[in-house]
């Protein structure tokens, strides 16, 4: 069979024929299988979705009970017969419940990794390598200017401007599943102990996150009166405090509110200076959610695929690293996945 029977890129995304699935599609199908609970790889109104536990019970918290006719937990590792295909889920590394997808028939082995990334992470399972012939990487930080640096370092930077201005709130941009928990967690790891205000648009994924056994200390609820009077003494109260919410939040007048606010964002984007210059960033923290570069190629050297597809990010950079170490290599070209919200 050539890999190519097996898993080919679609308008839909990336279908089985032999199977008759799509893995993360982009419209509306008979039979989805999903990697893991962001937006832009998990939809709402496929008929049937098989997915982690932890990725369903995502995608409940965001589109409602209803989001699928049928949905079908995946157990680790747990192979399951498709139409004479076989897929299994291994974890990615991504944010809770994440996944790769392991399709085998016959001898071909093709892994959809979906978004992934190696870095420990207290709110996630650790990437697992799953040895294949093709292993279908995405690419958003595929260029040798990214090399992100270490986590610990990015939030003890947090932490020491926060006692540097103890009369102004920290405001850190998080993308809602997984990067805000993640966040969280760092800090608490750090050795940050005090409140942490969360922007409502997080309650219930740091809520589901507490429930599935991960500590995220005492939140509270980022809230401030309307009041003139009221409003003051609410701003004195929230100086020195670290406020964790949506990017989108903070463009609003809902962000004026805070005293004299530090604007922070924690995304891999945050290497690009400009980046951070053109969306008013003070503070830029460099906590990504991805593999950087070396991250990529070192996946790619350790599971030693006969050949890498590469999807959504700088395809170019890593199938030209690939064609000159031999390495067959291709871009799928797929879209409707962002990069972005990071």
Not at 190 to 197: A, M, T, V
Not at 198 to 210: F, N, P, Q, R, T
Not at 246 to 265: E, G, I, L, T, Y
Request: contains cysteine; glycine residues 8%; proline residues 7%.
């Amino acid at each position: 069979m050539r890999f190519e029977d097996l898993l080919r890129p679609t308008p839909k995304g990336l279908y089985c024929p032999p199977g008759d699935f799509f893995i993360d599609p982009v419209r509306p199908v008979e039979r989805a299988l999903v990697t893991h609970g962001h937006a832009d790889h998990a939809r709402p109104g496929n008929e049937k979705v098989l997915a982690t536990r932890r990725t369903l019970d995502i995608m409940g918290i965001r589109y409602g009970a209803d989001f699928a006719r049928e949905r079908q937990v995946a157990e680790w590792g747990e192979r399951i017969s498709i139409n004479g295909v076989t897929v299994s889920f291994h974890p990615a590394g991504h944010v809770l419940g994440s996944a790769q997808i392991l399709v085998e028939k016959g001898d071909v082995r093709i892994v959809a990794s979906g978004d992934y990334k190696r870095r420990r992470d207290p709110t996630a399972e650790g990437f697992e390598p799953v040895p294949c012939d093709v292993f279908i990487t995405e690419a958003t930080f595929a260029l040798p200017v990214f090399r992100h640096p270490a986590t610990h370092e990015e939030v003890q930077k947090l932490i020491r401007s926060v006692k540097q201005f103890p009369e102004r709130a920290h405001l850190v941009g998080a993308y809602a599943l997984g990067k805000a928990q993640r966040v969280i967690a760092h800090l608490r790891e750090e050795g940050y102990d005090r409140p942490i205000y969360i922007h409502g648009a997080l309650k219930k994924l740091c809520d589901y996150y507490e429930s599935e056994g991960i500590d995220l200390g005492e939140l509270r609820p980022a809230t401030i009166a309307r009041g003139k009077a009221e409003e003051g003494e609410a701003k004195s109260a929230f100086a020195g405090a670290i406020v964790v919410g949506p990017p989108s939040a903070f463009a609003d007048k809902w962000a004026r509110r805070f005293p004299d606010p530090v604007s922070c964002f924690a995304s891999g984007w945050m290497r690009v200076r400009q980046r951070a210059r053109q969306r008013g960033v003070e503070l830029p923290l460099v906590v990504s959610d991805h593999c950087d570069w070396d991250e990529l190629i070192e996946t790619i050297l350790e599971i030693g695929p006969q050949e890498v597809w590469v999807t959504h990010g700088r395809e170019e950079a890593l199938v030209r690293w690939c064609g000159l170490r031999q390495i067959r290599a291709r871009p799928l070209h797929l879209v409707g996945y962002e990069d972005e919200a990071e």
